[in-house]
């Protein structure tokens, strides 16, 4: 079974424009979690999908949004961009609610650099 | 904010030896995981465990969930550079959906 997808693997950005990421998960997860990873903060919640809707949300401002679409893949939107996003980003799925979100199955993540 | 603190922070140690490391909060989790994450990767789950009190193996690796699920340890018997990584500890505190990631050990094992 393939695991977690994320694309790009690598990105450079500007301060002001905006990013999308993107994440497939394993097939058969329905549930898709996205998480910030810096080495002062370490790894922090963003926020998760479960059949195309918004379950939790991490203490993140409104310029990071998320979607996921019915094959639950998902896209993480970041507008606006600040230095202080640089990140690795990473996508997570789970097999939906309940226990078993809490089992996340991680891509290898999207290094977000921003000059 | 609900804090997971894990310690050491850094541990280097010799091929062979052994090894404790340890995930605190104050508050109660529903459940609690360990993974590790090594280097341009994401982390990989190593174990779930549940029930106060609970020890699992995972070949030279012991997890044990404390009593109250307020703190668990991960011990590493005969340490192998293949060891080597970031190990998170993380959980849903109780009566809340949302992961809680610790602040993670770099362990490293010298050949």
């Known amino acids: 079974k393939a695991g977690v997808t994320q694309t790009p693997r690598y990105l450079i950005k500007t301060r002001g424009q905006q990013v999308t990421l993107s994440c497939s998960p394993i097939s058969g997860h329905r549930s898709v979690s996205w998480y910030q990873q810096t080495p002062g903060q370490g790894l922090q919640f963003l926020f998760e999908y479960f059949s195309e809707t918004q379950r939790n949300k991490g203490n993140f401002p409104g310029r990071f949004s998320g979607r996921q679409f019915s094959n639950s893949r998902s896209e993480m939107n970041v507008s606006t961009l600040e230095l202080g996003d640089s990140a690795l980003y990473l996508c997570?799925?789970?097999?939906?609610?309940?226990?078993?979100?809490?089992?996340?199955?991680f891509g290898p993540g999207t290094r977000l650099t921003v000059t | 904010t609900q804090l997971l603190e894990q310690s050491p922070q850094f541990l280097s140690i010799q091929e062979g030896e052994n090894l404790t490391v340890y995930c605190n909060s104050s508050s109660v989790f529903s459940s609690l995981q360990w993974y590790r994450q090594e280097p341009g990767e994401g982390p990989v789950l190593l174990v779930t465990v549940v029930t106060g009190g609970e020890v699992k193996k995972l070949k030279r690796l012991t997890f044990q969930f404390g009593d109250a699920r307020k703190d668990s340890s991960l011990h590493i018997t005969a340490a192998q550079p293949g060891d080597t990584g970031l190990y998170l500890c993380?959980?849903?505190?109780?009566?809340?959906?949302?992961?809680?990631f610790g602040t993670g050990t770099r362990l490293t094992i010298i050949p």
């Open positions: 993380a959980g849903p505190y109780f009566g809340n959906e949302k992961l809680t």
């Open positions: 997570a799925s789970s097999l939906g609610p309940g226990r078993t979100s809490y089992e996340q199955y």
